[in-house]
């Protein structure tokens, strides 16, 4: 078990920055922000605000989704500058938060054997040197899941030194089989679990171990979120479905069955990476569910080309009594180096609000957008060839759960 303490500020980028005193900032902030979203049309099932926390009783949590930071393997193509500028560049974008999460795909190490045979287009193999611990800790990232396809890329010794490298660097790692991860956040005790649909982790399949990592959790601390890296990938797995996906022949879970159990057990929120796309997401029990927060940098691997060129930050405000209290999504976009900037059309908030009201999804979240911004929308979808994904279709088969 691993516990840190986080001595963030709150700090929402479309409300400006605050400064000290923290007590007064947070109260004055969260209530500016519940004037902005009651007006907004933002599902309120997912946003109680009956009583208004104190201070010390609120974390706000940034979370995205797949992180790249190219390869060094088997040859090296890293430009000069690139740490120092790419550290800069995700921390602007990111600005802050009480506890910034993200999904780390690839290896920290300097271990030279994979255990892929790579095929262009198909398996990769990635292979970052393990300074870039210290890039990633820089731009502001405290969490990282390290349950997901690439965690092996370069076998145990790959994953030791992964580990070991975030770790020196100060931050947390999620997802190693049957870990709770213990955070100290302020007045507040994270437990952060990991899943993915490999058996070399914690298996999503696994009904048992969900039940005994969640429930365990719950009785560690005080709010449970859970990771889950599972589904298709690509343009064609935008949409929420209720049945297993398959992925080049692989199964890869039912993530909508697999996170409506999570919060039937206790997580007060379920975070979903690894389809590379953006999908909708749902307000169950009160609890929010992001079924994909797509890619954050892709550097000289991920595509952006159609549904990949554009992405999120999701922003949660969670408070010691296990209200979600608010939420928000920063839109981004990819540069021509496949890293993120803030993207000023917002085009993810119009995606994600079609795909949240697809079946299965219950329809409970609405993000503000700009009515005059629709068109450019519309104009996205049909040059990124979507128009058609997002056409509501007879609905999948529902699960037991």
Known sequence: MVSILSSRYFNNKHMGAFRRPVHLVVLVALGLFFSITSR???????QNQDVLPTASDVVTLKAVGDIVLGSDWPETHYPSGFEEQTQAQLKRVLGSADVVFGNFEGTLTTHSVSTKIVQSGTVFAFRMP???ARLLRGAGFDVLNIANNHTFDFGETGFSDTLAHLADAGVLTVGERSKITL??????TLAWVGFSYSQRRNDMRDTASLAELIQEARKQ?????VSIQAGAEGNEALRVVDREELFLGERRGNVFAFARRAVDLGADLVLGHGPHVLRGMECYKEKLIAYSLGNFVGYGALSIKRAAAISAILEVTLAKDRRTVAFNVIPVKFNSDKLPELDENGLARYLINDLSHL???NG????PVATDGYARYQVWLSSAALTDMLRERDP?????N
């Open 40 to 46: 907004s049309g933002i599902a309120q099932s997912c």
């Open 359 to 361: 079946s299965p999804l």
């Open 221 to 225: 601390a005080d709010l449970v979120i």
């Open 183 to 188: 955070h100290k956040v302020k007045g507040v």
């Open 364 to 367: 409970t979240v609405r993000l």
């Open 130 to 132: 393990p300074r870039f």
């Open 396 to 400: 999948p088969k529902r699960s037991a």
